[in-house]
């Protein structure tokens, strides 16, 4: 079928959700995918921070395979050989005790909060001076469901279906004071995403997350920390809050974690896990055999690839910070190992240059309007980051000065008319 039918039949038969690029893939491999038409794409999306190990995997392929052809699924209420194993990979990695399966980063996001909220109610069963508020950060990005939505700082995300679950106050990213300001003891968790991802590739301060740790600490709340985007590999060490020296009470993670396949999980303290019992929170597909038999392939082949995402990562912001020099239509550079980002000084510009790359056959992603996103898979090489940097760099020489002019244009069109 053509991606004209394709999109036809979509158009008329799906609840309208996506904008989609009108592309059709039918293959990939390595960094690479290849359409309908037969043309190459150079993928430095992964499917938005997904197929960390690129496509058709050979290891991935092969667990894939055998697995299906032993058990696909259960349900949670039998054993199976995979999760406690899973688990323990999990665990050794990210320092915490225990884990829960679920399927996406958003029903990981709603688990980890009716986990705080569980805890605070067992820690302070006073009903009324319980702890529940809960603390996000304006700008932040956690999911599409309404917990996930009540915690995502971005109204564009929120007001559409308002009311949201009460209790949530936003505090400004990296704002020392105003987390000094809105934190107190009836605060039950702080959300933080390590790296905020959606919102433009915007790392956590230091103090800011050692802030949220001493205040969390002292008083018995949690800190919540989204590795949805960040973690697995994806910033060179296992999880963000590795660069930081700190240790949360409850992670989530799911994009890369089953390598294409939909897996998410919380990770979390002896202390914070023994506070939920059976029939607390469960769900019918979470961890099932051929996700979590796929997913400890994944960990293992990730581990080898930390070195390599360090490296390559620290060469591409190197690359992405010598354009900026030439162009200063890069207003910032952000990130940390294969979670980069360049600003624009406008939104026509990104969108501009995104096409164009697309149109070259290099798949980015434009986010927060002016921010270009880079989340390419953990096995790039240099030479991959050579092609899309020179990519953009034509790119910027094609498209700033109009997006310039344009800018001046629409700057004396709006004192036209003030
Ligand atoms: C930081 C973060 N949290 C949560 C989510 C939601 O994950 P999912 O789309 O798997 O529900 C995302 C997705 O982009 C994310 O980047």
């Keep these: 079928m053509s991606v004209a039918a394709v999109a036809r039949l979509e158009a008329k038969l799906l609840v309208p959700t996506y904008e989609r690029q009108p592309i059709l893939f039918v293959r990939g491999r390595g960094v690479h995918l290849w359409d309908s038409r037969?043309?190459?794409y150079l993928d430095?999306?992964?499917?938005?921070?997904?197929?960390?190990?690129?496509?058709?995997?050979?290891?991935?392929?092969?667990v894939i395979?055998?697995?299906a052809g032993r058990l696909i699924h259960i349900s949670n209420l039998f054993f199976h050989e995979y999760q406690a194993e899973l688990a323990r990979r999990l665990t050794q990695i990210s320092g915490l005790d225990r884990a829960f399966f679920c399927n996406s980063g958003t029903e990981a996001w709603e688990g980890a909060l009716k986990l705080?909220?569980?805890y605070a109610r067992t820690k302070n069963p006073n009903g009324r001076k319980a702890k529940w508020r809960i603390l996000a950060l304006e700008n932040s990005f956690h999911g599409r469901t309404f917990?996930?939505?009540?915690?995502?700082?971005?109204?564009?995300?929120?007001a559409p279906f308002a009311p949201l679950l009460p209790g949530v106050s936003f505090v400004k990213l990296n704002d020392l004071d105003d987390l000094k300001r809105k934190f107190d003891a009836s605060v039950c968790a702080v959300c933080v995403e390590t790296i905020q991802g959606e919102g433009g590739i915007r790392p956590a301060s230091r103090?800011?997350?050692?802030l949220a740790r001493r205040l969390t600490q002292r008083s018995g709340a949690l800190l919540v920390v989204d590795e949805i985007q960040s973690g697995l590999g994806r910033t060179g060490r296992h999880f963000a809050y590795q660069h930081y020296g700190l240790r949360p009470d409850i992670v989530t993670v799911a994009k890369p974690l089953a390598a294409g396949l939909p897996l998410g999980a919380i990770l979390t303290t002896e202390r914070a896990a023994r506070c939920m019992r059976p029939g607390l929170h469960g769900t019918t597909f979470g961890g099932g055999p051929l996700a979590c038999a796929v997913a400890i392939e994944f960990l293992k082949i990730e581990e080898r690839l930390l070195l390599h995402v360090r490296e390559?990562?620290?060469?591409?912001?190197?690359?992405?910070?010598?354009?900026?020099?030439?162009?200063?239509?890069?207003?910032?550079?952000?990130?940390l190992g294969l979670m980069q980002a360049a600003e624009l000084s406008s939104a026509d510009l990104a969108k501009a240059i995104a096409r164009q790359l697309l149109e070259e056959g290099i798949i980015i992603n434009r986010t927060h309007d002016t921010v270009l996103r880079f989340l390419p898979p953990y096995v790039i090489e240099k030479k991959h980051v050579?092609?899309?940097?020179?990519?953009?760099?034509?790119?910027l020489r094609d498209h700033a000065p109009k997006a310039v002019k344009r800018s001046a244009l629409r700057r004396r069109e709006v004192h036209a008319h003030a």
């Design 65 to 67: 395979k055998r697995q």
């Design 147 to 158: 917990g996930a939505l009540a915690t995502t700082g971005q109204k564009k995300y929120r």
């Design 38 to 40: 037969g043309k190459r």
């Design 116 to 118: 705080a909220r569980a």
């Design 44 to 62: 430095f999306l992964s499917g938005i921070g997904v197929n960390a190990l690129g496509h058709r995997h050979p290891a991935i392929q092969a």
């Design 312 to 335: 390559v990562g620290r060469y591409f912001k190197s690359q992405l910070e010598a354009l900026r020099q030439k162009h200063s239509a890069i207003l910032e550079v952000r990130g």
């Design 386 to 395: 050579d092609q899309v940097v020179s990519a953009l760099d034509a790119a």
């Design 207 to 210: 103090e800011f997350l050692e």
